[in-house]
């Protein structure tokens, strides 16, 4: 069985940047003593000191404020956002404030906020969401969100490295369900590069986070009934690798794109308008989107199961578009 | 009807008690308060000739505060300001040119015409430009006083609010990280009485802003904000104590908004006597009868330096109205660190 998982991944890629570079520092609620509320800052505090794997008060705005401040004088933040979906409290800090620093002043803001994100948990409306979609919609922020453990480690460490704000959008379904072989030592995963998880050559199924999974899964059951799925991971969500995903259209034709965030003016919608403009006489067939319904997360199990993406629903966008 | 009449009579330090500004301090204090004045009345003319684009928020009779504090910090702390201070961006040394370029929108401005008014930063010297977002700039100050820290240097960082920001939730949220990380940081409150057109009694019910650091656990001080020598004072200690590692400061300045909001407001909400009653308190003349008193300068210097400061104006119009306009395409470029300049605070 491969042997490390997807949280683990990201701890050891912190780890490691804390090692090499001591102007890496770790803030946020609890992450300290504690470990933070998922683990993955347990054990810093002993080797880094409380200084550098700071517990702040509760008050996600400052806490990435500060994150702003401290990456302007020198250091490259790590804040955690105990679930992804208390951002919406450093919403202004972000998209006003640290999206704009270089654009209007020309300083570099090396900020790194990890946002434990998704559903699948039954963690409610307030415990489950994927907030991407606002900021993907803002100037100046990278977005970052791994499907694998080996992209994980190499993603946080690649975001880290970046001279920009990079939201870090870590899939809490999969930190413990998601396992890989990951090699030894150094390795970052540049941002803005996806990834063909699976080539095939009827239809393309373009997703991120805890989609690309699905869609794998999805690969299998279509491949039985001799559909031939291309997977694409995005891996990164701003700056997006197009390229990989109009290359992908050209040669299957048919497209299918899944994401957990909601799917109005969601990032799919983004996608499939690029398509359009930049692929349409290749398209066999509609683009077709699977994201979550435009609710709040449910909190009870088949609700929330109804509420999501799955392998089966994109299996079923899949065959319709396959057919079409 | 002013709200302000039922709040205790601001503080008003005896003109002699200042401790030991130097000659040279008090001369600073005089020079960029004076120059503040001269812009403010220059940035008004230029405004209704249409040479400045979008909105004016004078600081005119806030040049005491803004001066006075600024000064008080040294190279290797960091500058916050907010919109009326025009006045902190001129005692940390902001050139003229850019100032006037900015509001004008040219391409020599520091954003290169990409933002507009007193947004203006400046990473050499130490100064971050903020944004509109009232509020926004509390918790990035103390970050960086905290990155300070873990740098092994002590930097004191400086921002500003009106009376209108202290009721905005990043009032609290900074001022109670900065006092349980105990860094050294500084609010200073321009008390000037009026939120746009809301009076304090409609903000806050305390007796003074001030008295609000007790909540936090930290000093508070309320001064005269039109008194530069106080608060130029007031700003020392508290710049000391955070130096000391005695932790952050709430610095209430008491002063009066002069004139509108921005320029295009005519203030018809504000009680004549009550500009009557600040006019008297006007912070150039007051330096300046201080000055003369003490003997620091004479009269002759007064005209001297009028001729002086005029010139440095003139010089700083002319540049900024030769300055090209950017190119239009210049707005598709600078959103990431990549492009470059990707500077840093030092
Ligand atoms: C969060 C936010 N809300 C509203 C505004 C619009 N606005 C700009 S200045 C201002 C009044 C500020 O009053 P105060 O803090 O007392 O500062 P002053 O302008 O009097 O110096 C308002 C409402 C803003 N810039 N930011
Ligand atoms: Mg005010």
């Known amino acids: 069985m491969p042997t490390t998982t997807y949280i683990d991944a990201i701890s050891e890629g912190l780890r490691e940047e804390m090692r090499r570079d001591s102007t890496v520092v770790c803030l946020g609620e609890d992450i300290g003593v504690y470990g933070g509320a998922f683990k993955v800052t347990d054990g810093f505090i002993e080797e880094f000191g409380a200084a550098r794997v700071l517990d702040t008060p509760l008050a996600e705005s400052s806490i990435v404020g500060m994150a702003i401040g401290m990456a302007l004088r020198g250091l490259r933040p790590v804040a955690e956002m105990q679930f ?121 199924l373009v997703g991120y986070g805890s989609t690309t999974g699905m869609s794998l ?6 491949a039985e009934e001799g559909i031939d799925a291309e997977v694409v991971d995005l891996r990164t969500l701003v700056p997006m690798d197009l390229e990989t995903v109009i290359a992908s259209v050209k040669k299957t034709n048919r497209v299918v794109i899944t994401h957990e965030d909601r799917r109005r003016g969601g990032i799919g919608a983004e996608i499939s308008a690029e398509i359009s403009e930049n692929a349409v006489d290749y398209l066999d067939a509609p683009v077709v989107r699977v994201a979550a319904l435009d609710t709040p997360v449910p909190f009870s199990p088949p609700l929330e199961e109804y509420f999501l993406p799955s392998a089966a629903k994109i299996a079923t966008a899949a065959r319709r578009v396959a057919r079409y | 009807m002013a709200s302000t009449t039922e709040k205790p009579p601001i503080l008003d330090i005896p003109d002699e008690d200042y401790g030991d500004i130097s000659t040279a301090t008090m001369l600073d204090l005089y020079y960029y308060i004076r120059l503040a004045r001269e812009m403010e009345l220059r940035l008004i003319n230029l405004f209704k000739q249409n040479k400045v684009v979008g909105g004016l928020y004078p600081g005119y009779a806030h040049e005491a505060t803004t001066v006075g504090t600024a000064l008080a910090l040294g190279d290797d702390d960091v500058l916050l300001p907010l919109h009326r201070d025009l ?17 004008m929108g040219k391409v ?57 920001g202290t009721s905005i939730g ?71 104590r955070g130096r000391r590692g005695e932790g952050p400061t709430l610095l209430e300045c008491m002063t009066m908004r002069m004139m509108g909001h921005s320029v295009h407001d005519p203030a018809g909400y504000v009680p004549r006597e009550l500009l ?7 912070p150039v003349a007051r330096i300046e009868r201080y000055l003369l008193r003490k003997r620091v300068l004479t009269p002759a210097d007064v005209k001297d330096w009028t001729a002086r400061l005029q010139r440095e104006v003139d010089e700083a119009v002319e540049f900024a109205e030769n300055s090209p306009l950017p190119q239009a395409e210049d707005a598709a470029r600078g959103v990431w660190a990549e492009e470059g300049p990707a500077k840093s605070l030092h």
């Open chain 1, 84 to 204: 992804a979906d208390f951002i919406s409290m450093a919403f202004n800090q972000l998209v006003n404030n640290a999206g704009t620093l270089h654009y209007r002043f020309g300083f570099k803001v090396p900020m790194v906020v990890r946002c434990p994100s998704g559903g699948g948990i039954h963690g409610g409306p307030f415990h489950s969401t994927n907030p991407e979609g606002f900021f993907f919609h803002s100037p100046g922020l990278k977005i970052v969100a791994p499907s694998t453990a080996y992209d994980a480690k190499g993603l946080i460490k690649g975001a880290i490295r970046d001279d920009n704000p990079v939201l870090f959008m870590e899939h809490k379904f999969l930190y413990r369900r998601v396992r890989d072989d990951i090699p030894e030592g150094d390795f970052a995963v540049p941002l803005g590069q996806a990834l063909v998880r699976r080539p095939g050559k009827d239809v393309t």
């Open chain 1, 217 to 222: 899964e999805a690969a299998k059951i279509l």
């Open chain 2, 87 to 103: 006045g902190a961006q001129l005692a940390r040394r902001q050139p003229l040119k850019y100032i006037f370029a900015q509001y």
């Open chain 2, 108 to 164: 020599d401005s520091p954003t290169r015409g990409k933002d507009g008014n007193v947004h203006l930063a400046n990473p050499e010297l130490n100064i971050v430009g903020c944004i509109s977002h009232i509020g926004a700039m509390f918790p990035v100050a103390v970050g960086i006083s905290y990155a300070g820290r873990l740098l092994g240097k002590t930097v004191v960082t400086m921002t500003y609010t009106g009376d209108g």
């Open chain 2, 170 to 240: 990043e009032f609290h949220e900074a001022l109670n990280f900065a006092a349980v990380l105990n860094v050294p940081f500084i609010l200073v409150v321009e008390n000037n009485q009026f939120a746009y057109s809301t009076p304090t009694n409609q903000q806050y019910k305390v007796k003074r802003i001030a008295d609000r650091a007790a909540a936090y656990g930290i000093a508070g001080e309320q001064v005269d904000g039109n008194n530069a020598m106080a608060v130029y004072a007031a700003t020392r200690r508290a710049v000391e």
């Open chain 2, 276 to 282: 009557e009653e600040w006019k008297a308190k006007d």
